[in-house]
C-alpha cells in the first residue's frame, strides 16, 4: 500500500535569534548568537549568568490581553508561531476543512512561570488566591489546545512530553497521522519557556548546565572545552499537509518529510546510553520509514547540546549508522545560536533543517575553537555553508532515554 506523501507548506517560529522564522532563518546562517546576560530569574540566586532568552515579544499583537493574560508564556510562544505558520502557508481554516485539521504541539516542562508564581500565591495567602487558570495555564497540552481553539482546527489535538525530544516527537507523530489518513493538515511543533527560578535551579543542581559566563562562548556544542548547555526559549511550529491538499490548493511546498524514528534508552533517566546505542537506532529507524539509504543524506542538525557526554555519543551514533559516510556528512548545532529550548528544540531546528534544503544553506556551529578527537566529523564550524541539500535529517535526545529523528528531502 502506497503510503500518503506529506510536505512542509508554512513555518513560524518565535526564538532568541528571531521572533518570525524568516529573521530566525537569516540570523541562524549568518552565525548571530541569541545567547547573552540571565535576566528573567535573579541570576545572583545561581552558579549561572547566561541564558538564550526572547527578547521584545509582544504578545497582544498576535491575540487579544486579555486572552494573553490566561496563558502561560510558552503557550504564548505557540499560538504567534501558529499564526505565523498558517499566514505563511496562505492557509485560511474554514468550517469545510476543520474536521481535518489537527494540532499536535510538544513541551517538556510546559507552564513551570505559572507554576512557580501559583504556589508562592498559594503559601502566602492561601488556595482563595490560586488563579482559576492555574491548571489550565500550566499543563503542557495546553499550547495545542489554545492553537486548536484560536485557529478553530478541529482535528486530532494531542502534545507529546517527551523532555527534550518533545518538539521532534510531535511533529513526527503528526506525519503519521496524515500518512495514515486520519488528518489532511497538521499545525505541529513544540514550544517552551523554561526561564524560571525552580528551573533553572533543577538544570544547575543536575549540573547539566553551563557554568561559563561568556554569553560569545558558552554554548560550543562538539568544541573540547565544552561544559554544559545553555537554556533557551521559544517556540518553531510547521504546517504538515499531505501533498494532494498543498497541490490542490497551490501551496508553496519547503521540503517533503519522509521519515521518522522514535526509540527509547531504557538506561538512565538523563544519561545517554553508551555510545548514542538508542540514538542510533532512532536514525536508522528514520531512514527505513523513509526509504532513504545513508550515504543519500547530506546534512545532520545534530542534537549537539554543548554537554560531554551528548556530544561524543552522538558523534559515535553517526558513526554507527552512516559508517564511512559520516566523514562526508556535514553535521552542525544551531544550539551553539539559540541556546538549548528543550521541548521546543527539535521544532525550530526543524524549521533549520527544511530551510536548508530549500535555500541551498547548512547553518554553521559557532563558537567552535578547539577540536576534540573524540568529536571529529564535519560539524560545519562558525561559517555557513553553501551546498545543495537534497536529504536532510534532525536529531532530538532527550531526558528519560527519549530519542526522536527526522528526515526530509528535497520536493
Known amino acids: 500500500m502506497s503510503k500518503t506523501r506529506v510536505v512542509v507548506t508554512g513555518v513560524g517560529a518565535v526564538t532568541p535569534i528571531g521572533l518570525d522564522a524568516e529573521t530566525f532563518w537569516n540570523n541562524a546562517i549568518s552565525g548571530v548568537s541569541g545567547i547573552g546576560p540571565l535576566t528573567r530569574v535573579d541570576a545572583s540566586k545561581f552558579p549561572i549568568s547566561v541564558s538564550a532568552e526572547v527578547k521584545d515579544f509582544d504578545p497582544s499583537v498576535f ?36 474536521p481535518r485539521v489537527g494540532v499536535w504541539i510538544g513541551s517538556g516542562i510546559g507552564g513551570m512561570e505559572t507554576y512557580q508564581e501559583q504556589f508562592r500565591a498559594f503559601e502566602q495567602k492561601g488556595y482563595r488566591r490560586v488563579s482559576p487558570f492555574f491548571v489550565p495555564m500550566m499543563i503542557p497540552d495546553m499550547a495545542s489546545g489554545q492553537v486548536s481553539i484560536i485557529t478553530g482546527a478541529k482535528g486530532i489535538n494531542s502534545c507529546s512530553v517527551t523532555a527534550c525530544a518533545s518538539g521532534t516527537n510531535s511533529i513526527g507523530d503528526a506525519f503519521k497521522v496524515i500518512q495514515r489518513g486520519d488528518a489532511d493538515i497538521m499545525i505541529t511543533g513544540g514550544a517552551e519557556a523554561p526561564i524560571t527560578d525552580m528551573a533553572v535551579a533543577g538544570f544547575c543542581s ?57 526509540t527509547g534508552d531504557a538506561y538512565h533517566v538523563t544519561a545517554p546510553a553508551p555510545e548514542g546505542e538508542g540514538g542510533a537506532r532512532a536514525m536508522k529507524q528514520a531512514l527505513n520509514d523513509g526509504g532513504i539509504q545513508p550515504e543519500e543524506v547530506q546534512y545532520m542538525n545534530a542534537h549537539g547540546t554543548s554537554t560531554l557526554y551528548n556530544d561524543k555519543f552522538e558523534t559515535m551514533a553517526l558513526k554507527k549508522v552512516f559508517g564511512e559516510h559520516a566523514y562526508k556528512l556535514a553535521v552542525s548545532s544551531t544550539k551553539s545560536m539559540t541556546g538549548h529550548l528543550l521541548g521546543a528544540a527539535g521544532a525550530v531546528e526543524a524549521i533549520l533543517t527544511v530551510r536548508a534544503i530549500k535555500d541551498g544553506i547548512i547553518p554553521p556551529t559557532i563558537n567552535y575553537e578547539t577540536p576534540d578527537p573524540e568529536c571529529d566529523l564535519d560539524y560545519v564550524p562558525n561559517e555557513a555553508r553553501k551546498q545543495e541539500v537534497n536529504v536532510a535529517m534532525s536529531n532530538s535526545l532527550g531526558f528519560g532515554g527519549h530519542n526522536a529523528t527526522l528526515v526530509f528531502k528535497k520536493y
Open 63 to 98: 491575540m487579544d490581553k486579555k486572552e494573553a493574560r490566561k496563558m502561560d508564556r510558552f503557550t504564548q510562544f505557540a499560538v504567534a508561531s501558529s499564526l505565523m505558520a498558517l499566514k505563511d502557508a496562505s492557509l485560511e481554516i474554514t468550517e469545510d476543512i476543520a
Open 206 to 262: 543536575a549540573k547539566a548546565v553551563s557554568t561559563n559566563e561568556d554569553p560569545q562562548t558558552a554554548s560550543r556544542p562538539f568544541d573540547a572545552n565544552r561544559d554544559g548547555f545553555v537554556m533557551g526559549e521559544g517556540a518553531g511550529i510547521l504546517i504538515l499537509e499531505s501533498l494532494e491538499s498543498a497541490l490542490a490548493r497551490g501551496a508553496k511546498i519547503y521540503a517533503e518529510i519522509v521519515g521518522y524514528g522514535a
